[in-house]
């Protein structure tokens, strides 16, 4: 279980517009090519010098390619960061502030306190 | 010595720059209110005639990440450039350049180091809406040099709400003790009870009115005993699950001091949150 992986997934497609359509088109192909090619790679590092251990859990890698923003929640990912990638995935396809409305509401049954986001 | 010029605290709300610029339909219902609080906000620290911007904020997951995070962090450097593809791409947020402050930037790491701080710093720091928020807000011109000073109140570990509070003591003392005969504002800017991507996000006001109504008397009134003695990094999870971000009101109370009343107090209702406006002058309100 790694929440850091998840978040840093969230983290790297989030600011890059490529990567953001890309997430948005092909969820699955995108976390399996990521997490093969990007997963290990320190971000101020050259790519000869990456990490050798970091992988998903399979409930993870699963929530990711589907798109699961109440799972990841669940599952301790950084809210911030999966509702801004998300809002700039998923916004465009509906009115002003429905997406938004609609993310929250879909996350209604989940009770306080939240899951821990500590990393 | 430099003078403390004016201390001043807000809630950032990204979408105020859509919100002001906006025209016609596209405008919303309440922008002319929340522009007109925020012009007179904006006069009070015009009021001060500040030479020097202290700006305290938090990286929201832009430059600083969780492979080298920093609890406190001063940047020092000529110039700092200003927000980031997704504030753009999500609330229009304009680029920007602004000038920095080394002298005072030097001076603030020398001397919190020395008070036992252990300031991180950058030297090429690309800072966000935390920061351009209130510049957008209160200083449009953006022609005041600056020295950005980023909190931790998203990635937890976090420091406690006291340390808040101490950094802010100091940080009042340190602009006080730079060699230099400049005014000087400290602007900072948190949030009341918030919730990001959860399920009270978005609601109709901020998800904690309660909370709020008693954040903005302990900040009005500068009752620094009574909030951290009901606020704890525990205690903020219940407001909201942003609402870590009330830490930098702390350390703004840290900076006016005890019991310190703010010369303007001003609130706005929102949908999905609350805004709030101090400001403080230390040494008397400018005629």
Redesign the interface.
Known sequence: MSK?LI??FL?TV??D?ELVERYREDPAGTVAWWEAEMANT???CIPAERTTWLSFAEEERTALAQHD?VRL?QLGA???????LF??MFERDHGP?EY??A???A????T???P???? | MAELAAVVASTHHPFYYRAKTSTGADRPPFADEWVAKQTAFAETLNRAEPDVLVMVGSD???QL????MPQFLVGKAPFFDAN???EE??FGLPKMTLRGEEDLAAHLLRDGLDRDFDLAFSNELRIDHSITCPIIALRPEADLPIVPVYTNI????MPQPKRFVQLGKALREMVESWDSDKRVAIIGTGHLSL?????????EHGPDPEFDRKAVEWIASGDIEGCLAEVSLDSL??PG??THGFMDFMLMMGVAGEGAKADHVDTLDL?HTMEAYFTWYPNGAPA
């Open positions: 850091y978040d840093k983290y989030d600011r517009p320190i971000l101020n923003h929640f950084h809210p911030f960061l999966t509702l801004t809002i700039a502030l938004q409305k993310y929250g509401k996350m209604e049954h989940i306080m306190p939240y821990d986001i500590t990393t | 929201h997951f832009h990440w969780l492979d080298n980031w593809y997704n791409r999500e998203f990635a937890p570990p919730e990001l991507g959860g399920p009270r996000q978005f609601g999870h219940h699950n942003a949908f």
